[in-house]
């Protein structure tokens, strides 16, 4: 909430997910997405991405990629 100066009271909109596209060919889209992080690389073709859920959502689409999202830790 402080990095994304968002109140005490507010919902932190986070999607998390595993995605099939290289680090390389995540990082320059990424990088216009303020609130969108490259988080694990597993894989030559395989990512963790995470970050503010309009953003995943719109790197997904831009890359037509598939998108597996993980569970949120409560």
Known sequence: RIAWELPASAEVPWLSGVIDRSADELR????RKPRAW??????????????????I???VAELRANF???SAPS
């Open 28 to 31: 320059p889209i990424l990088e």
């Open 68 to 70: 597996v999202p993980l």
């Open 57 to 59: 959502q719109e790197v």
């Open 38 to 55: 490259l988080l694990i690389i597993n894989a030559p073709r395989q990512c963790v991405i995470g970050g503010d859920r309009r953003q």
